[in-house]
């Protein structure tokens, strides 16, 4: 034998021998894992090893930071992170003399609190823990609320001092995503996975790093059945919260927004709507509603406002206007003779919204009655032979991209221009009244704030600071365009004639006498089936007021709203309604924007604004509110003189007192008191009454009054 074939011998033997000794020990292994057993002193059966050393395995667990709160303006509570606990106790920790004179105790509260077991069988179960040698017990698998926690931190075993820890109990927290508003904002605000509690959605997607904070790792003993309980000595970090977002949602502005938005839809049976409230001079955001039918309700699914692209129709001849006045094409005034019948125009019938045309008309009205056979006409004079002017003027408007606003899930906007594939003759005519382009609400709703703003184009703003502990990390500032949109005088001519639209328009219903409302119908006919198709609308009014002094920018869109009557489904009658409602309530709620009443120092009120008669402790209080020099210096009743002055009124209780010249609400007390019974005609003051002043009670119980003039 040579040393070749002798070395492959030993090789084999080796190899063999090493087999032999891997199958036993792996032999051995599955035998102790599974088979062997262990009977520690004091217990009466044995267990298996592999029960027994679930109970020590110790791992790297995942300590979840508290994700910050996501605040209203005001500083309510839009998104919060409450914490539920994990009960627990290491039974082991306590002396026997604590432990055996406390352990009653802690029973009797554990089955109070959680109701599922008597207090004897808690006992027993800490008991039994104890005695084989348990270091961790969890008591209930129910997680318990921040104020039960409150409570149980008094009990035996939780309790703790600045001296002393707590003897054995333990509390492990676990955060859950509340929204105390409910479904309010829901889709602006966002909501979270539930697998990996990342934002999904809204503020909580967009702002996820800065929300979430950073998790710990930590050292946690795995215990049988999966139950964690934290190394307190091992090396842990601890989580850093998440940061607080506090944004500029106007909490009463959300519920105005949102009850209006609801009621129209339900009441036109639409697929969906949004408004959107904005702040004219910042940008800031104070009401972002969004609503999607589902069933026989509506929720908030999807957000319309930055994500729901389309055609905005007639609402986008504004930037046609300025366009034209911006190269001095037209000017209010300039007449433009529609004719009574639709136009064509390379094989396209350009129609206004009953069909037809309106005759003749000034560049005002026909911005007001919303023609688009003006439009057309006006456009066919100047930029049909310059489309890349036109085009250019878009993207001035700041219409062509994203307005940037810090959220995620904008659509960019869709238009298009001459170098295009799909560019034809009749693309410049589309688009002068909002065809052949997608754009979106929020993108619209930032044109306009534009031209309520003087020009100056302001990016939309939803969080206005991000704060940690209450102190600010991060402000955001209003971002203001440095270019205008157009120079201040075109910037007036368009201003009038949005309010045009709302005194001689196509908005009329709308008009309001306490303030002026500027803004823009929209109604566009829906693709059904590659084709346009009447009957079928998206409707909205974008506008902002009050007109003269803007302070808010709105947006009220309502898609696809149903009724028999299709003259009834224009913006007109469906969105310009939800402006008017969410604008009279933000109006009456708002006092800033309200026109300061004139001082009347030294002035005496005339006609119905001088009263004749009254209390004197009221009429002393409207006196000083109103600045009236000439205020009673009698008490009680009082009535003015033919010279002005005041005099007492003798009102004596056996005789049927004069009540000529009070109000209604005065006179009646004064008469049912003496128990007369009051007949009453007219509004206002009284005039006369049928018993005469100082006439005896004893037999009189009716008196007739007739009141005349304003209240």
């Known amino acids: 034998m040579n040393i070749k074939e002798e070395f492959l011998i030993r090789s084999r033997h080796a190899f063999y021998f090493l087999v032999l000794l891997g199958v036993a020990i792996i032999s051995r292994l599955v035998y102790m894992q599974y088979f062997a ?55 082991r920790v306590a002396k026997d003399a604590y432990f ?28 039994a823990a104890r005695l084989s040698g348990r270091k961790y017990l969890l008591l209930n698998h129910r997680r318990i609320s921040f104020q039960e926690r409150q409570k149980l931190l008094t009990w035996p075993f939780f309790r703790s001092t600045k001296k002393l820890s707590a003897r054995g109990g333990g509390l492990r927290a676990y955060y859950e995503r509340y929204h105390p508003y409910g479904q309010m904002a829901l889709r602006t605000v966002g909501d979270l996975n539930p697998r990996n509690m990342q934002g999904q959605m809204g503020l909580e997607a ?52 949102e009850t209006a938005l609801k009621k129209a839809l339900v009441k036109y049976n639409a697929d969906k709507g949004c408004v959107i409230v904005m702040d004219v001079q910042t940008g800031e955001i104070r009401a972002l509603a969004n609503l999607t039918k589902d069933g026989d309700g509506y929720v908030e699914n999807f957000n319309h406002a930055l994500a729901g692209r389309t055609d905005p129709g007639s609402t986008f001849k504004l930037a046609t ?76 408007f700041h219409l062509n991209r994203p307005t940037g606003i810090h959220m995620k899930g904008e659509a960019p906007p869709f238009m298009r221009n001459p170098d295009m594939k799909g560019w034809s003759k009749t693309s410049l005519t589309f688009m002068s009244y909002g065809y052949e382009m997608q754009l979106t609400p929020l993108q ?62 196509t908005a009329r219903n709308i008009l309001d006498t ?30 902002y007021f009050p007109a003269d002094h803007p302070k808010y920018s709105m947006i009220a869109m309502v898609d696809n709203p149903r009724g028999e009557n299709i003259n009834l489904l224009y913006a ?9 409602a969410v604008a009279d309530r933000i109006y009456a709620y708002d006092t800033d924007i309200h026109a300061p009443m004139r001082a009347r120092k030294n002035k005496r009120p005339q006609g119905a604004m001088l009263a004749s008669a009254g209390y004197a402790d009221d009429l002393h209080t409207i006196g000083t509110e109103l600045n009236i020099a000439t205020q009673p210096a009698a008490e009680g009743w009082v009535r003015r003189g033919s010279g002005g002055d005041w005099k007492s009124m003798p009102v004596r209780k056996d005789q049927v007192p004069d009540v000529r010249g009070l109000p209604l609400r005065d006179a009646l007390p004064l008469l049912e008191n003496r128990g007369l019974r009051v007949v009453a005609q007219g509004r206002g003051k009284v005039v006369s009454q049928s018993l005469e002043p100082g006439k005896s009670l004893a037999n009189n119980r009716q008196i007739e009054l007739t009141l005349q003039g304003s209240r």
């Not at 599922?116 to 027993?124: F, I, L, M, P, Q």
């Not at 059945?225 to 977002?245: A, N, R």
């Not at 007109?572 to 008017?580: D, I, L, Q, Y």
Request: glycine letters at 10%.
């Open 206 to 257: 967009s702002f996820q790093p800065v929300l979430a904070g950073k998790n710990a790792v930590g050292l946690v003993e795995v215990l049988a059945g999966g139950v964690k309980k934290p190394v307190d000595d091992g090396p842990d970090m601890k989580p850093e919260p998440g940061l607080d977002l506090h944004t500029t949602l106007d909490i009463n502005f959300q519920d105005i927004a």
């Open 100 to 127: 055996n004179s406390r352990v009653d105790s802690l029973g009797k509260h554990l089955s109070g609190l959680f109701r599922d077991k008597s207090a004897n069988e808690y006992t027993s179960l800490i008991r």
């Open 37 to 91: 057993t262990f009977k520690k002193k004091g217990e009466t059966t044995a267990k298996y090893w592999h029960d027994r050393i679930e109970g020590f395995q110790i791992r790297q667990d995942t300590l979840r930071a508290k994700r910050g709160d996501i605040y209203a303006r005001d500083g309510s509570l839009l998104a919060t992170s409450l914490p539920t606990y994990e009960v627990g106790i290491d039974p």
């Open 321 to 396: 206007m300025i366009a034209l006045l911006e190269e001095k094409a037209i000017y209010p005034g300039k007449m433009v003779h529609t004719g009574d019948h639709a136009v064509h125009y390379y094989g396209v019938e350009v129609a206004d919204s009953k069909g037809g045309a309106s005759g003749s008309l000034t560049a005002q009205q026909v911005f007001e009655k919303s023609s688009n056979v003006g439009i057309h006409m006006m456009m066919q004079s100047y930029f049909y032979a310059r489309p890349d002017l036109y085009c250019q003027y878009l993207r001035k």
């Open 514 to 543: 306490n303030y002026s409302i500027a803004g823009k119908t929209g109604t566009a006919q829906k693709i059904i089936g590659g084709k346009y198709q009447k009957g079928y609308y998206y409707t909205s009014f974008i506008g």
């Open 444 to 505: 619209m709703l930032t044109f306009y704030n534009a031209v309520a703003n003087d020009g100056k184009w302001v990016r939309p703003m939803l969080v206005k600071q991000v704060k940690l502990a209450g102190e600010v990390v991060e402000e955001t500032q209003p971002y203001v365009s440095p270019n205008p949109i157009a120079k201040p005088e075109t910037i007036r001519l368009v201003k009038k004639m949005l309010e045009g639209v709302v005194t001689h328009g």
């Open 572 to 580: 007109g009658s469906v969105s310009a309604p939800v402006f008017k």
